[in-house]
């Protein structure tokens, strides 16, 4: 029932997400500031992101860690291309991201990055099935509609088709928003706390339904949680505090990444980051 | 609450810049014209050139505050649904439902204060310009000097705030009423009934009466308004016929963006009613007058007399209730289009992170308003023939004036510039947000 697609029209790379030296600072303004470096002097700007580097295998499912300001967010809408780096460089599956205006970004996530969001981002006017669709007709590709069908009934909605997203409940949305991730493709399927809005069944139906994108389909899968339960349902946990990698865990469970996580600040400290500054 | 009102307008004097406009037009053709009675009033004034200046005065006297009325009311209905978040934060905070209406109201007071005394100067100015008019078509006397005073003053304050303070008492009811209500569609087709009916009975009058009659224009003229509040009230049902027949080719032909503005429209129709509402209103109405006056010229002309001073101030009148009718119809539309377009920047933000380039949001956005457009100058130009082409039967006996068609193509090109240049334009700037900004923000 499930199948491995590897129909794609490059071919698949084993590194399907790697990232070199990248960095980030806001000003307090919300916009970007010029160089990461001078970031620590000056109170007006943040570093979000400092020279972080990490890849990710073809076909893994990793989660991203961190206490609120940490960067997390940050570091996956650069990952995925919503926002540009200050410096270093992106590349998702063999081909660099960072250059190119808004228009060539969005061409080249709709192809390659699939996105899951806290808040599901469906089109409000759109059906469960022509939402699922929408990225494939926006790319002009061919319409593969029993394909689609199939992975809606895979995420347990093959008698929703025709819903609106309104009529849904927020675990269904959320599993529509997996379908349309699905749909294309990606090299990366980026989720962004994806289960930050659901009741405890839906969020484990959805981390499941994660899981699978992995297992069965083949993708890789990114996913910024806050939650340790979410983030056991990974292969492996990419801890990140004040902007940088803060360690990681492979094959993680609950207790361990909450033992690693309420320690954060202990290392960060030990390790005497000049940026850590008392309650952050 | 009143300082909070007043601190909302300082902060944020752009929100108001809808209904400043509205209230500023309102204000600035009422005392427009008010002065004329002023004028009128001064002492030692021919009869002729008095009764003249009265007619024209009261030309806008009722249903000219009902514009205002309405056009402040569509203004204000969409800051105040803007504004629902703050509106709720003040709600929390333990501000009662009189508190807030009571900013509201007072902050449409303020701006309806302001846009008067702006409008004083316009107002003066074209009181100026119409007197002119009248001077060079001699159907008010050289000697008669232009006055502006008590009554243009007391009306235009008076008709616009109490249109302000009314639309928005009306406004921030609906706004803070528990839960929302369904627009009533079931009202809204009783009246649309009603007035096609109406219309229906006054263009059919028309062939009832003689070829010269001096009122054969006014069942027509009245028939062809009706018609068009009328359709204007089914045409939500009939943009989803249109979309129903067309939708298909036209999303085949439009791409992706096409696409979405079929689905868009087809699932919203119901709510796209505030923007049809003006399109067929200005259309039908524009239509309908500007056509049969230039019939009555023409027929004026050829039968080899000329104009007597009563047919010029008919068409004086013809053309500034014409004129007034679509300034307002207008001003709604692009208002009404303006927040409909502006109050969708999230959903903007959600197509962009599902893989829609700038280029095809702007896309949809400009193939809705082509679609809407096409239903809107379609229905408006059903209600303005159907009032045209009885009155050109009897008056002139042929089904269409010759110039219509320019006059048409006239009245189409600024409706089609209005809408599609509104909805783009505020779309472009909507899409200046970035996409994952613009899905966080309770819009």
């Known amino acids: 029932m499930f199948r491995r697609n590897r129909e794609r029209g490059h071919g698949p790379s084993a590194e399907a997400l790697r990232l070199v030296k990248v960095g980030k600072v806001y000003r307090a303004g919300g916009q970007d500031a010029g160089k990461p470096g001078e970031a620590g002097d000056r109170e007006s700007t943040v570093t979000a992101l400092h020279d972080v580097t990490l890849s990710l295998p073809t076909g893994s499912f990793t989660a991203v860690m961190g206490p609120s300001g940490s960067g997390k967010s940050t570091l996956l809408q650069c990952a995925a291309g919503l926002e540009r780096p200050d410096s270093g460089i992106v590349v998702v599956d063999g081909e660099e991201v960072t250059a190119g205006d808004e228009a060539q970004l969005a061409v080249f996530r709709r192809l390659r990055i699939g996105f899951v969001f806290q808040q599901y981002n469906l089109l409000p006017t759109l059906t469960v099935l022509e939402n699922t669709t929408l990225p494939l007709r926006l790319a002009r590709r061919r319409v593969n509609l029993p394909r689609a069908r199939e992975i809606l009934g895979q995420v347990g909605l093959g008698d929703r088709l025709g819903h609106l997203p309104d009529q849904l409940s927020g675990g269904q949305r959320q599993r529509v928003a997996i379908a349309r991730a699905l749909v294309t493709e990606p090299s990366v399927i980026f989720a962004d706390e994806p289960t930050g809005a659901l009741d405890l069944r839906s969020a484990r139906e959805v981390l499941a339904l994660l899981r699978e994108a992995v297992s069965r389909h083949g993708r890789t899968v990114v996913m910024v949680t806050h939650d340790p339960v979410a983030a056991s349902y990974a292969d492996a946990v990419l801890f990140l505090a004040d902007g940088r990698l803060a360690g990681s865990l492979a094959a993680p469970t609950v207790d361990a990444v909450a033992e690693r996580l309420a320690h954060l600040g202990d290392e960060v400290y030990a390790a005497g980051r000049p940026e850590f500054r008392a309650g952050v | ?443």
Not at chain 2, 286 to 292: G, K, N, R, V, Y
Request: one cysteine or more.
């Open chain 2, 1 to 443: 609450m009143f300082l909070l009102a007043m601190r909302s307008l300082r902060q944020r004097p752009g929100r108001f810049a809808g209904t400043l406009l509205a209230a500023f037009l309102g204000a600035a053709i009422t005392m427009t014209f008010n002065s004329l009675h002023d004028t009128a009033a001064a002492p030692g004034i021919d009869d002729a050139s008095a009764e003249t200046l009265n007619l024209s005065g009261g030309v806008v006297g009722g249903y000219g505050t009902l514009l205002v009325f309405f056009a402040i009311a569509s203004t204000l209905t969409v800051t105040v649904r803007q504004r629902e978040e703050e509106m709720e934060l003040l709600r929390r905070t333990g501000a009662t439902p009189r508190q807030l209406g009571r900013m509201v109201v007072g902050e449409a007071a303020v701006v309806a204060l302001a846009a008067t005394v702006l409008a004083i100067l316009p107002a003066m100015l074209g009181g100026r310009v119409l007197l002119g008019m009248f001077h060079d078509s001699g159907q008010v006397a050289r000697d008669v000097d232009y006055a502006f005073g008590p009554i243009a003053l007391s009306a235009g304050f008076g008709v616009t705030l109490l249109a302000s303070v009314g639309a928005a008492f009306l406004a921030v009811r609906r706004a803070t009423r528990a839960g929302r209500r369904a627009p009533r569609t079931r009202l809204r087709a009783l009246g649309g009934a009603l007035a096609l009916l109406g219309g229906a009975a006054g263009v059919s009058t028309t062939f009832a009466l003689d070829a010269t009659d001096p009122i054969l224009m006014a069942p027509a003229a009245e028939g062809a308004i009706l018609l068009s509040i009328g359709l204007a009230a089914f045409s939500p049902a009939l943009l989803r016929a249109l979309l129903a027949c067309l939708g298909r080719p036209f999303a085949a032909l439009a791409g992706p963006s096409g696409y979405l503005a079929v689905l868009n429209l087809r699932r919203n129709a119901a709510r796209l009613a505030g923007i049809l509402m003006p399109l067929v209103l200005f259309t039908g109405i524009a239509t309908a007058t500007l056509c049969m006056q230039a019939v009555e010229s023409d027929a004026i002309e050829a039968s080899g007399l000329t104009k007597s001073v009563e047919d010029k101030n008919m068409e004086t009148l013809n053309l500034i209730v014409v004129g007034i009718i679509v300034v307002f119809a207008c001003v709604m539309l692009i208002n009404s289009l303006y927040a409909a377009t502006a109050y969708r920047v999230r959903e903007f933000g959600r197509q962009r992170l599902t893989g829609a380039t700038p280029r095809q949001v702007i896309g949809m956005v400009g193939a809705e308003a082509t679609l809407l457009t096409v239903t809107g100058v379609l229905l408006g130009t059903a209600a303005g023939l159907a009032g045209l082409v009885p009155f050109t039967l009897v008056r002139a006996d042929e089904a269409l004036p010759g110039q219509a068609p320019w006059i048409w193509l006239g009245i189409v090109a600024v409706a089609v510039a209005a809408t599609v240049v509104t909805a783009v334009a505020t779309a472009r700037r909507g899409l200046r947000v970035p996409a994952v900004a613009a899905v966080a923000v309770a819009a």
